[in-house]
Structure formats: structure tokens, C-alpha cells
């Protein structure tokens, strides 16, 4: 089962809210994964027509960005790009002011095109418009920054479940103390928390007998 890294989503939304065309709407991504998204725009002068309400393509552009970031993070090939093909939107209620927050939600991903939707909506929940996006995958046109970025996604086959069993007992005091704890790390990460452990004590008081279970 493929992971997310952390690091990667961080340093992409970082990238993209920082875009100028991004900046240029005040829009943002505040949550993203695999399938689903949601960005926000803070309404401003700069968004609105003559009659006082928000362009329709402020929603366009938000429904746009949110169908193609939900299915973004599913694409495997970190070397690959995605490009928007067509957009079909519906304005539902107009806008004046506050929030247009967008949630999108990938529907399909195949080799070479992907399907999504997204909803905007005010900060009460009321919808105020609703649309579908087809993206395609572009082989060769990942992202790039300096310094590179981290891998997309972490391999889970490199992690290992270490199942620890200690017996300790202090020199000092002869009840023993017992513990049973589940760690999901790196084994070279396990004997720096032993280490610890001894350490707190100042290396002397502690004995230690220890008993590990690899479950791969």
C-alpha cells in the first residue's frame, strides 16, 4: 500500500501556494491527499464584476484546481505531470464576500486520464457552484524545485514492526519494572531508545534484559 510522504505533500503545496497564479486569486491549499482536496480564497475587491459579485471565473479556477489536486497525489510517477482537459461547472448562489471554500474528490484514475469533482461552498455550507474536471497524466512533466523534492511517496516494504519486551530492574530498587510496547520504526531507532532509557539513569542504576520480535 503506497504512503504518502509527508515531507513531499509540504513541500508541493508550499510551491503551489506560492504560485503566481495561485497568489494572484489569494487562493490557497490548506488539506490534500490521496483522492481528495480542499483549498480556500478569501474574497476580496479583486474578485468581483461590475455587479458586485464574484467573477465566475474566480469559481472556475478554484473548481479547477481542486478537481486536479485530488487526483494529483494518486499519480505514481513522480516524473509525471497533470494537465486539465475540460472543466464543466454550475454556478449555484452568487457571492459577495467571506469564504469560498472547495472540496474535491477524484472519482477515477486511469494510465492516462483521471476524473474529478468539486464543490464550492460559503463558510455556512450553503453550495454555490459545482463542477467536473478531466485531467491527463503527462509523462515527463513532474515538478521541479530547488532543492529537489523529496520522494512522492514512502516505502512501507523498508518499515518494520518491532514488538519490544523489557524486563528492568534498578539496582537501587529491587521491585522490577515490566513493559510491553508496540514501535513502528526503523530497527536502528530501537537501541537509541534503549540507550535512553539507560541514560536517564546515568547509565549505572539500570539493567536491562531485552527481548525483540521482527514482524516484517
Request: proline share 4%; net charge negative.
Amino acid at each position: 500500500m503506497k504512503k504518502l510522504n509527508s515531507e513531499y505533500v509540504e513541500r508541493v503545496n508550499l510551491l503551489v501556494n506560492n504560485s503566481p497564479y495561485f497568489s494572484l486569486l489569494s487562493m490557497k491549499i490548506l488539506d490534500v491527499g490521496i483522492g481528495y482536496s480542499h483549498l480556500e480564497i478569501d474574497i476580496d475587491q479583486k474578485h468581483l464584476q461590475p455587479f458586485g459579485l464574484v467573477h465566475g471565473g474566480v469559481f472556475a479556477s478554484i473548481i479547477d484546481a481542486a478537481a486536479f489536486w485530488s487526483v494529483y497525489y494518486d499519480v505514481e510517477d513522480q516524473n509525471s505531470g497533470v494537465t486539465t482537459v475540460d472543466i464543466k461547472l454550475n454556478y449555484l448562489a452568487p457571492a459577495v464576500s467571506g469564504k469560498l471554500v472547495a472540496r474535491g474528490r477524484q472519482i477515477k484514475l486511469g494510465k492516462i486520464l483521471g476524473y474529478a469533482e468539486a464543490e464550492v461552498a460559503n463558510e455556512d455550507g450553503k453550495i454555490l457552484a459545482h463542477g467536473t474536471s478531466t485531467v491527463m497524466i503527462q509523462p515527463g512533466r513532474g515538478l521541479t524545485d530547488d532543492p529537489p523534492l523529496p520522494q512522492k511517496f514512502i516505502d512501507e516494504s523498508n518499515s518494520r514492526i518491532l514488538k519490544k519486551s523489557l524486563s528492568v530492574r534498578c539496582n537501587k530498587n529491587p521491585l522490577p519494572l515490566q513493559g510491553g510496547d508496540m514501535w513502528d520504526m526503523q530497527a536502528e531507532f530501537f537501541s537509541i531508545i534503549l540507550c535512553n532509557a539507560c541514560l536517564f539513569s546515568g547509565g549505572r542504576h539500570f539493567l536491562i534484559n531485552e527481548s525483540l520480535d521482527l514482524i516484517a
